[in-house]
């Protein structure tokens, strides 16, 4: 099942969008769009789909999704069925990164929340203590125009930025600033990223940055905050997870396709990460 692509209508005279979606349940198909997305749940419960993760959702749920990251929130039956006596209820709020100019996140002042839009490509979710921090400034956007309402939605983009209360429902995304750490840990991702269908050691990592193992271990760890193992192996689940969303394979033939020596092995640690099994997360998406 591939996300469709969707046009977002933004307003004339606009430089977001904001929109209040009352409904028996949500309708919109699994798809992905340019603009980055903030969706808070007002009320109604089931499944969120962003990108690889699959989580339940309910009231005061909130999270921002980055741009061209597939993302789809189903209902639960009782709402597509007619039998729920609430609706659907959410706010969703679209913007470009550069909605207010190429440059305009690139200050020094914005530097947080230009990670916070950089990170966004994971899926973040926020909790509901903070939810409830800005959920009147949430309620009051639509009601705003004019320079209010745009000083507000930075209001609520710069508390976002801030609060270390949050998850991340997809795996590991790099973000750099440095230049010339830039060049060097690119060039493992790439490398990890070309070559994770086979084999990889240590030693052939270290080896391309001209690095012992034992100082590039180090190296690694403080740049990404994770073990090399554990960030390759979240490549190959990812890439797992979108074979199982798009083709019709044998779970065996996804395993080996991403890299993995056994079955076993692969469903450990599928489960370990996604919290369910490859076949009930194929199911899931079907």
Known sequence: MKPQLLKINKPSGLSFNIFEQSCQFFPTPWHFHPEIEIVWMKSSTGKKYIGTSIEDFGPDDLVIIGSFVPHFYKNDPDFIEGKSSETAQSTVIHFT??????????????????????NAKRGIQFSKEFCQQVKPMLSSLSQLDGMDRLLVFLSILNQMSKTTDVK?????TMTINN???SARIKQVFAYMLQNFQQEIHLEQLANLV???????????????????SHILTEIRIEHACKMLQEKDISIADICFESGFQNV?????QFKKMKKMTPLHYRQLFH
């Open 97 to 118: 990164e550069d909605f207010l100019g190429n440059d305009f996140f690139l200050k020094p002042e914005n530097h947080k929340v230009r990670e916070l839009l950089e």
């Open 168 to 172: 991340y429902l997809n795996s590991y």
């Open 179 to 181: 230049s010339e750490e």
């Open 210 to 228: 001209n690095m012992s193992e034992s100082a590039f271990s180090r190296y690694f760890k403080h740049r990404t905050r994770e073990t090399f």
């Open 264 to 268: 076993s092995n692969f469903n450990r």
